[in-house]
Structures are given as structure tokens and as C-alpha cells.
């Protein structure tokens, strides 16, 4: 978050799930190993035992003794940059429902006027608790692969994005899409080029790993 605040990022996407107590905390995996120092199910540890663990030295160095951060500092920060945060669901196996009632409650309490956090999933049980704890929250469909079904579903859920691969994304969906008042975003682009060719064809937003270079290519596109 620090370092797409300092690149001029207007937007930042991360993952969120909840720790055995319910705390809704930033992870991908389901397990600790790949991107921290503790083991087993992320889900089976507490809040605080969780805080413990250094989730930055996987990474490199720069980031050694970095914890795992809670979504209310998180969202706490990003409102004080005036950042939009792109929320992504991620709940461990199980617990859809309340991942999406709390976080969705957490997200809604701490929103500022103006910079409304988009909430997405690829899971619809989570995307429809969302719905029901906090209706005016923005959410996103998440797609493994496109499909003919996902403006229906996009639809029952009261979408306004589906966020899918980019090597999914052509002009004539995009246009489909759009007729029906959906945005589509992309992921995940590294490459500059491919970033370029898709926001030709009007594509809505890319999601990237590659700050460094999507910030030289696409200054003015930083912010939005």
C-alpha cells in the first residue's frame, strides 16, 4: 500500500479473510507457509497469534518483520491517502457467509464519503451476504474464465464490475458488458503491452504486480 501510494496509485486490490476470531485480517492462501513464517490454516489461528508472525521476509529483505495487517488499519490508511481499495473476498473454506457479513460490515463502518471500497468475490455466497450486511457497498464478480453466465449472475447480484483474466477479455464482450452498465477490469497484467492493446478496446481498469512499470507507462491513468 505504501509503496502504490508513493508511485501516485490511486487504487490498491488485496485479499481478505478471517482469522479464527472472526478478525478480518489480509491473506491470500489458506495456509501460512508460502508467505509467512508460521504453518498450518490460517483460519485455525487467532487474531493475535497471527500478528506475531512476519509476513514480509518471503518477499525480500526490505520487507523483513512486516506482520499481516488488519483490514481496519488497512482501510484506516488508505482513507487517510484518499485511496479506493478493491476488496477482494477470500474465505477460508467454509465460511463465505461470515466473511462476507464482516467484512462488509467492517468495510461500510470505516468508508469515507467519496472513496467507497469495491467488494469482490469469486464466490457468490460471499458476494450475497455483502449484499444483505451492507446493500450500498459496490461489488464485483470474480471470474476464473469467462463465460455467457456471468452477466446473468453479475446481474442477480447487483454487480457493478466483473473482474476476470485478461486473455478472456475481447471487444465484443466488453461492448455486452458495458450495454448493461457493468465495468470489466482485468487480471493480472505485467506486461505493459498487453495493458496497453485491452485499455484500447476500453477496458475499465488492470490489476498489477508491476508497479514500477505500469507507473511509467500509464501516468495519468494512476490515479483512476
Not at 488485496?14 to 490454516?41: C, I, Y
Not at 488488519?70 to 479506493?84: F, G, K, P, S
Not at 451492507?134 to 461489488?139: E, G, I
Amino acid at each position: 500500500m505504501r509503496q502504490a501510494q508513493a508511485l501516485g496509485f490511486g487504487a490498491v486490490e488485496f485479499d481478505a479473510k478471517l482469522s479464527a476470531d472472526g478478525v478480518a485480517m489480509l491473506m491470500h492462501d489458506d495456509t501460512l507457509e508460502r508467505t509467512t513464517n508460521g504453518s498450518g490454516a490460517f483460519g485455525d489461528k487467532s487474531a493475535e497469534e497471527l500478528a506475531r508472525l512476519d509476513a514480509g521476509a518471503w518477499k525480500n529483505n526490505t520487507f523483513v518483520g512486516e506482520p499481516i495487517p488488519r483490514l481496519d488499519d488497512v482501510m484506516l490508511y488508505l482513507n487517510a491517502q484518499r485511496m479506493l481499495a478493491n476488496i477482494e473476498l477470500k474465505p477460508c473454506p467454509g465460511r463465505e457467509l461470515e466473511t462476507g457479513h464482516v467484512v462488509a460490515k467492517l468495510a461500510d463502518e470505516l468508508a469515507i464519503a467519496g472513496y467507497p471500497p469495491l467488494i469482490s468475490s469469486f464466490s457468490a455466497i460471499a458476494l450475497q451476504a455483502v449484499a444483505e450486511a451492507a446493500p450500498n457497498l459496490p461489488r464485483a464478480l470474480l471470474l476464473e474464465q469467462y463465460d455467457h453466465d456471468a452477466l446473468d449472475v453479475a446481474r442477480q447480484l447487483n454487480c457493478v464490475s466483473v473482474n476476470c483474466p485478461w486473455h478472456d477479455i475481447n471487444a465484443s464482450m466488453l461492448s455486452r458488458l458495458h450495454a448493461e452498465g457493468l465495468r470489466v477490469m482485468a487480471f493480472t497484467i505485467n506486461d505493459t503491452a498487453v495493458a496497453q492493446a485491452l485499455l484500447d478496446l476500453s477496458l475499465d481498469g488492470i490489476f498489477t504486480d508491476a508497479l514500477d512499470d505500469m507507473a511509467s507507462a500509464f501516468p495519468a491513468l494512476r490515479a483512476t
